[in-house]
């Protein structure tokens, strides 16, 4: 899925090597981009701070430490200096871009996209605008625009791995998924390395029923990163299509030694239990996810249906009673069906008697 957006630091973290007068300011504010750079948050932001102290309407020095700040939590403060910054250049590319981050990260992501979309008209060459523009618009689901705000990014930066990677889940959710397939087959070419990119190829091969194909991209999206829980769990809904029970219940004990309270792990385990007739392995699993998650709703049908193989058809009955009287949810409208199946009488013999 879509990653993290990046705030963005502008300025030369390098003399640049031009004719013009530096002044005291910016050797301060580009002094506080390189320890910004090297990871020393307390330099830059005094060097920041003194670059400021000098003169006020340093933008540049307004920005970084507004996205130094963001780092550490502080987003409104940060949003003080990006709009200062704007103040003092109206058309400053990456303090709209910053901005747009900044409303993103308070919940506004209207907003984001419109800063975003700002930042990209005031510079087409902002590269980091235009891939976090098209993995928000992904994030909101907008994909028909997430698309083209990714071929908008591929045209400023053709060979970044991350871009097909947005471009690929944009073009699967319109389902076109062969498509998908292509472009997340570069992403990983150019950027072997990533493993949501190989997870995310994976399950594309997946939804094309290329179960050999997407067992191998999992199995290298694991190998890069084995902490990688959502590749893991993937991997088990793969090695179960294929008929490896063994190998699904293994991945997802693997989660559960990651992540114990991992819920989804715990009930794909239940459910495997129940297909293989063992209702009371199936039942300790079941009571462990709701331990976790008292209300999910898949939890609880499946309980019901282990207390019914069991013979605790009253117990049974309450959670189905409980769940039926729901009025959303797969598992609710699973529950009326079953209940009325488990509730309908015998059919009665009719007609006449065989002569």
Known sequence: ??????????????????????????????????????????????????????????????NNLGFLLAQEGLIDEAVTHYQRALEIEPRKSMAMANLGLACVAKGDDEAGIEWLRAAVAADSENILAHDNLSRLLLKCSRLPEAEAAARAALEVSPHQGR?????????????????????????????????????QLGVILFLRHDLGSATDALRRSLQLSPANVSARH?????????????????????????????????????????S????????QRLDIALHVDPANQRALFYRAM???????????????????????????????????ERDEPPLKQSGSAPQ
Request: cysteine-free.
């Open 306 to 340: 282990t207390l019914d193989q069991l013979g605790r058809r009253e117990e049974a009955r309450v959670i189905l009673d409980h769940l039926a009287s729901q009025t959303e949810g797969k598992y609710a409208d699973r529950a009326r069906s079953y209940r009325d």
């Open 1 to 62: 899925m879509a990653e993290a957006a990046m705030f963005s630091l502008t300025g030369s973290p390098k003399p640049n090597g031009d004719n013009e007068p530096r002044t005291t300011s910016r050797e301060a504010s580009d002094r506080g981009a390189r320890k910004h750079l090297e990871g020393d948050f307390d330099a830059a932001r005094a060097e920041y701070l003194s670059a400021l102290e000098i003169n006020p309407d340093n933008a540049t020095a307004h």
């Open 276 to 283: 293989q007739a063992q209702w009371e392995a199936a039942l």
């Open 234 to 274: 993937q991997l088990s809904t793969v090695l179960m299509a294929k008929g490896d029970r063994d190998g699904a219940a293994k991945e997802l004990e693997s989660i559960l030694a990651l992540e114990p309270a991992n819920v989804p792990a715990q009930l794909d385990l239940a459910v495997l239990s129940l």
């Open 163 to 199: 871009i097909y990677l947005t471009l690929g889940l944009a073009v699967a959710g319109q389902q076109r998924i062969s498509e998908a397939a292509e472009l997340l087959r570069h992403a990983v070419q150019l950027e072997p390395d990533s493993s949501n990119a190989w997870e």
